[in-house]
């Protein structure tokens, strides 16, 4: 709802929003401009004072007005002729034109009613409803995704465009909803929609009739300052009955041009002093580095409507499309996703069409749209479910849970629940869980198990559809094909070969950047931004489905690297294995936030065997802040596949790594990573309880030894795998 609630005004009005959001930022410069501009009176110099020195100057002076920046301004006639000027008060002589600047109006027309009057008002009003909705709305999911109120300002993950829009609303809501604010105050002032009251006291009848007081002995004048004066209007010429008008900071009153007595007097009315307050925190007049502030955050509204628009482009290219979706009340079957990225929708269009081959009538949805009430002929509901983070629900399954929990009853259509995850990470699966979860206490009817697929596997996605099919009383085959992300042509540069004489021949591969296009550095896409640790996937020839490596290098290194290892019939590896510098692959590249080194001081113990080493050497390489990183690192013969073998000791030497312990398991001890760890049980133990961070890198069997070995190690101090899991202190990223 808040997504929805933020996405289609911003798309809607996004043309209007930029032009005000412009126009107001370059108006914003105009009050301190002005004020830099304009000579300023000294502090102590009174109204009669100065009116006094202008009269000299300017014997026909009619009036003498001060705006808020300081500056001053004489109108006078000489000779019938009128003439106007910005005033020195020191002097009270002219020192500049004051004809009005011909852009400042322009922009000021334009910023006000777009050159279009009283309906212009009203759709710049919409505009500035429109900004209002966006600046909450945006503050409400900055404060989700940051991890609540207290986290606002938490480091941000993700592609370019999408940290960038954040960064900049984090910055940027506060002024935006102000500006908004204000300008829609204003606009309910000009159509007295907000009560508009006077201070102008009754014009005075009783006048002496007398003319000719001198300017110094009006009392109210000597007694009021040059910085609460507004305006003051001299008596017309010849008329005994005219006076003195004084308005000020305070309010307005008449002066008696014969003896410059109060006549009358009127304060602000409360409205009056509220609207003056927001006319000020609107357009910055009196308030002129406030004014500076607010025109920088406006600034802000372009760039965020351009990276909020490649966000929307994103997520609908992420999303397929879904042919033949029946509407909800007619669907027999309710396929209802959640997803983050897009991928399970994927997985959700091979399901519809399957499931309507077979005769089923389905209609999929969002899993946040979820509503039973609308499922008038469905006769079973099937969730597929992705998870975020630390066992959040996805973008697509906002408030699903707080819907079946707000349910008098569970739906009578039975459920079917699929979760899809990562097992390396210790939230696999959780949000589904959490479904299943709240659906069974709920008392929700199951008519299949519950199950998984684990890295968007296709042949599990195809097993479980076996199982739905048999529990539906059909055939059903789930061939699925993962729409891919943008592919690129990756040229081999160099390679370097070990493990030949061990029968593990194995291969570090270094690739050139692709160029990238502009798109792609703005939303972030393809390889203009990754990172050691990341996945890479190659599309073999001869296959349509592509096979994931963990990356060896980031972006600001400026070449891709991978360790590939030669396995025996394995199509993909035994391609790269046989690459030559000038050779070409086809790939792509795959986020994986989960299996990052994080930012700060805290140490690093980085746990890896054979291939592995690939994402750790990658973290070293880029530890150019000498981050304390502790290497134990598993091979089969330092002779033959001491993968990195230089390079660590290199990294060593100036700093980048701290410690690099090595486990050989060809010889006469055979002696394995988790030996390793064992032998140093006391260092890895103090590291740990002192806020290291455990990563490991390899094969299934060796992260289970490891996770067996740490267990050992940490049992005097309370301590396990699964806590440090939890607190996201102990990443994997196994294979």
Sequence with gaps: MIRALHRWPGLLALALVTVLALSGAVLSVFPAAERLASPQAEARLSVADLATRIQTAYPGVEQIRRAPSGRITAYWFDDGAPGAAI??????????????????????????????????????????????????????????????????????????????????????????????????????????????????????????????????AIELLGQTPVADLRALNFPYPGDATDVFTLKTDRGTGYLDQGTGAALAWSDLTGWERAFETIYMLHTGQGAALLGLVLGLMALGVPVMGATGVLLWLAGRRARPRIHGNQPAGRAETI???????????????????????????????????????????????????????????????????????????????????????????????????????????????????????DRQSPQEFARWGRTLGSALGIELELAHQPVLPTCETLTLTSRRDYGDEVQAPTAILRFALPRTTLWQRLSGQGFARFQAGDLIGILPEGSAVPRLYSLASSRRDGFIEIVVKKQPGGLCSVQLSSLDPGDTVTAFVRRNPGFRPGRGRTPLILIGAGTGIGPLAGFVRDNTGRRPVHLFFGMRDPGSDFLYGADLRRWQADGRLSRLVTAVSRGVRPHYVQDALRSEAAQVAGLIQNGARVMVCGGRGMAAGVADALAEILAPTGLTPAMLKSEGRYVEDVY
């Design 87 to 216: 005033i020195d008060p020191a002097t009270g002589q002219g020192v500049a034109s004051a004809d009005p600047s011909q852009t400042r109006r322009w922009l000021t027309n334009l910023h006000r009613s777009l050159f279009l009057g009283d309906g212009g008002r009203m759709v710049t009003a919409a505009g500035a409803a429109a900004m209002l909705v966006l600046a909450l709305s945006g503050a409400l999911l900055v404060a989700r995704r940051a991890g609540g109120w207290r986290h606002w300002f938490a480091p941000l993950r993700g592609p370019l465009s999408g940290r960038l829009h954040v960064e900049i609303a984090r910055v940027a809501v506060l002024g935006l909803a102000l500006s908004s604010v204000t300008a829609l105050w204003m606009t309910a002032t000009t159509f007295e929609l907000l009560p508009v009251e006077s201070s102008m006291p009754a014009f005075p009848a009783n006048a002496s009739g007398e003319t000719g007081v001198a300017l110094g």
């Design 335 to 453: 396929l209802l996703v959640g997803s983050e990225g897009g991928s399970t929708w994927g997985f959700a269009a091979t399901l519809h069409a399957a499931l309507t081959a077979a005769g089923q009538s389905v209609h999929a949805a969002p899993m946040s749209t979820f509503a039973p009430g609308r499922y008038a002929r469905a006769r079973r509901i099937i969730v597929l479910a992705a998870t975020y983070g630390d066992g959040d629900a996805p973008a697509s399954a906002k408030g699903f849970l707080d819907r079946l929990n707000a349910l008098e009853r569970a739906p009578d259509a039975p459920l079917a629940v699929l979760g899809f995850g990562d097992r390396s990470f210790p939230a696999y699966c959780a949000f589904a869980q959490e479904v299943l979860a709240a659906a069974t206490a709920k008392g929700w009817a199951e008519f299949a198990p519950f199950d998984t697929v």
